[in-house]
């Protein structure tokens, strides 16, 4: 009785849905041989293109807030495609989008410049970061799903912090500089957010300096984290580098028994 009031719920709410911004027409999946399928989403029509741009349009200002209402639509319009061809991931209707919702929904006035982020989502990789995506809908977020890595690397680090320490603003001004051309312009009163679950990576000092530089950079800045079950986090990743690299008799084996041990999927 619980699960069949449960089941209604979910589809009610599910029917009501005008419009489904994010994800993919196309979702590919792994079989139990390693062999990648792909499967066509059942809500693929349900989402936006560009003959019915006009009904999300009326849609959103419907939706939106009052006191966000003048500056969306000044905003409004479709999110600009930095990449078209499908690499691995694709985040909305196959193509890479300058930010993660396929519409500009912004109220800011102001300037959007390039500029550091707000927040960092820094892990942990397969546990979810990128279903953040939704905040980027938010009228007065931004969000980069495509992971600009820019605290990868240890010399990166060693060159903020040393250039902290040396009062170096001009060498500190680069790397906000570079820093930000990987990230979409954002006004000043708005969130920008990006993540890359790599930062959460690596040995313990590393991580140290990734701290470190990453106060440096932007003293201000807040971190965002995501957990998960460890076990079906390793499962998940390994499927990932499967599915990108050629499947192996190990891979193969290994995503066996790890079936069979979950039980899931
Ligand atoms: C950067 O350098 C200044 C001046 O030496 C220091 O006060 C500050 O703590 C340093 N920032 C960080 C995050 O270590």
Excluded at 96 to 124: N, Q, T, W, Y
Excluded at 126 to 137: I, M, Q, R, S
Excluded at 180 to 197: G, M, T, V, Y
Excluded at 231 to 245: D, F, N, P, W
Aim: with cysteine; charged share 30%.
């Amino acid at each position: 009785m619980v699960a069949a009031t449960l089941l209604f719920v979910v589809f009610s709410s599910y029917t009501k849905a005008e419009f489904i911004f994010f994800g993919t027409n196309l979702w590919h999946k792994n079989d139990i041989t390693g062999k990648e399928k792909t499967i066509p989403l059942k809500y693929a029509e349900r989402g936006f293109n560009s003959e019915n741009i006009e009904e999300v349009h009326d849609y959103i200002l419907d939706h939106v807030s009052p006191y966000d209402r003048e500056g969306v639509k000044r905003n409004l319009g479709p999110t600009t495609i930095i990449r078209e061809e499908i690499r691995d991931k694709a985040y909305y209707d196959d193509k890479l989008l300058d930010h993660a919702c396929p519409m500009d929904i912004r109220r800011s006035e102001k300037i959007k410049r390039s500029r550091v982020p707000d927040i960092i989502g820094i892990g942990f990789a397969k546990c979810g970061t990128g279903a953040l995506a939704f905040l980027d809908c938010h009228p007065s977020a931004t969000f980069r799903t495509n992971e600009p890595r820019y605290f990868d690397k240890e010399s990166v680090l060693d060159d903020i912090i040393a250039a902290n320490e040396t009062g170096n603003l001009e060498a500190l001004r680069r790397h906000r500089k570079i820093y930000a051309s990987r990230l979409p312009h954002a006004a000043d009163d708005e969130l920008l957010i990006e993540k890359s679950p790599q930062y959460a990576g690596g040995k313990d000092y590393i991580r140290k300096k990734r701290a470190l530089a990453m106060k440096i950079i932007n003293p201000n800045v807040k971190l965002v984290a995501i957990v998960c079950d460890p076990v079906k986090r390793a499962y998940s990743q390994l499927r990932m580098k499967a599915r990108r690299t050629a499947v192996t008799g190990f891979h193969f084996v290994f995503s066996l028994v790890l079936r069979v041990f979950l039980s899931t999927d």
